[in-house]
């Protein structure tokens, strides 16, 4: 369940604070970590869900408080809180409210909800990559084409995941009206491919391996080998908090952007941020299924190239709108903030 942002303040950020020293310390040197709590900090609670795709929000997290017992008393002391969702409705509510002020959402849901006049912006991708399109290992189906009047799971129409789907069957000529499209939370899609409940799930990890590990699923599509540059996830904030501590903001997107560029950079980073994001701070997930994601292929998610190119939104946006899950065209800068990208230095992650 989502974590209740309207907790009491001392409380609350007692139990966070010591949660995530605890964390740290599994993969820190306690001299790290001596005076981490010595100092005051600004810290910004940011929503998430317990998926791969946002894997770069754990180990910000962790490299933050990292820094935080490592620096001078001087140095600005920011921190960041991970708050678990258990989906986008449940996220999009908190940010509309003002209960959180940043959080991973959906790229094409934060162009509608920006167009809405909800003051929101992007200032950073968090992942490329990640969806795949699972069917079982024991089906027939070894082409894209054969799941014609199949049952097909989906996140949600507003999803990328979707718009992923809707490319595979224009590339075979289909249309939507060729398959049997079945909207459905992503923790149930391994169970339902599992009791033939629907013939495949195209979804974000780790719910495709969790099926693929278990051995009764496998990969038909992944956005790797079909979708390159698919972007799913993005850093979203509050406008207000963009004019109330630009500072705040900035250190955010470096600290993002220096995740993704650590995790990128070799294999026992990965293996640390498995450690990190399945602990009870974070996912709360068996560390093997966030293992299998990482491992097959090494490339199935990647974190490394976070840059706003315009064109990957506009084409992201005409897909919407032909999806009609997007009624217009909305302008880029309407939902986009590119004042931070543009400025940020990838925060050196040492973990």
């Known amino acids: 369940m989502p974590t209740n942002p309207e907790k009491p303040k001392s409380r609350r950020f007692l139990r966070r604070r010591q949660i995530l020293q605890g964390a740290i310390?599994?993969?820190?040197?306690?001299?790290?970590?001596?005076?981490?709590?010595?100092?005051?900090?600004?810290?910004?609670?940011?929503?998430?869900?317990?998926?791969?795709?946002?894997?770069?929000?754990?180990?910000?997290?962790?490299?933050?408080?990292?820094?935080?017992?490592?620096?001078?008393?001087?140095?600005?002391?920011?921190?960041?809180e991970y708050s678990k969702y258990s989906g986008w409705p449940e996220i999009k509510e908190s940010l509309m409210a003002g209960?959180?002020?940043?959080?991973?959402?959906?790229?094409?849901?934060?162009?509608?909800?920006?167009?809405?006049?909800i003051p929101l912006k992007i200032v950073s991708l968090g992942h490329r990559s990640g969806a795949v399109i699972m069917v079982r290992t024991d089906s027939p189906y070894?082409?894209?084409k054969q799941l014609a009047g199949k049952r097909i799971a989906i996140p949600s129409r507003f999803a990328v995941d979707f718009l992923f789907l809707r490319k595979m069957l224009a590339q075979e000529g289909m249309t939507p009206q060729d398959i049997q499209i079945v909207e459905m939370a992503p923790p149930d899609m391994p169970a339902a491919l599992y009791a033939n409940a629907v013939d495949a799930y195209c979804t974000g990890e780790p719910f495709g391996a969790a099926a693929q590990r278990a051995g009764y699923a496998r990969t038909l599509r992944m956005t790797r080998d079909e979708w390159r540059n698919y972007i799913c996830c993005v850093l979203t904030v509050r406008e207000e908090l963009i004019e109330q501590n630009r500072p705040l903001v900035q250190d955010l997107v470096d600290h993002v952007l220096g995740a993704g560029v650590w995790l990128d950079a070799k294999q026992e980073n990965r293996n640390k941020a498995v450690t990190i994001a399945a602990g009870k701070t974070f996912f709360n997930q068996d560390p093997n299924i966030i293992q299998f994601v990482m491992d097959n292929p090494t490339d199935r998610v990647t974190y490394g190239d976070l840059r706003m190119i315009r064109a990957e939104f506009e084409e992201l946006m005409?897909?919407?709108?032909?999806?009609?899950?997007?009624?217009?065209?909305?302008?880029?800068?309407?939902?986009?903030?590119?004042?931070?990208?543009?400025?940020?230095?990838p925060a050196a992650i040492a973990l």
Do not use: W
């Open 25 to 80: 310390a599994a993969v820190l040197p306690a001299s790290l970590l001596s005076c981490a709590g010595e100092k005051k900090e600004k810290s910004l609670i940011v929503g998430g869900l317990p998926v791969t795709c946002n894997l770069t929000l754990p180990v910000a997290c962790v490299a933050r408080a990292a820094e935080n017992g490592a620096n001078r008393a001087s140095d600005p002391q920011f921190s960041y």
């Open 99 to 117: 209960r959180i002020q940043a959080a991973y959402m959906l790229a094409p849901l934060v162009m509608d909800l920006a167009d809405r006049k």
């Open 318 to 345: 005409q897909l919407s709108i032909e999806a009609g899950t997007i009624k217009h065209e909305i302008p880029y800068t309407t939902y986009v903030d590119e004042s931070f990208a543009r400025i940020a230095k």
């Open 142 to 144: 070894q082409h894209f």
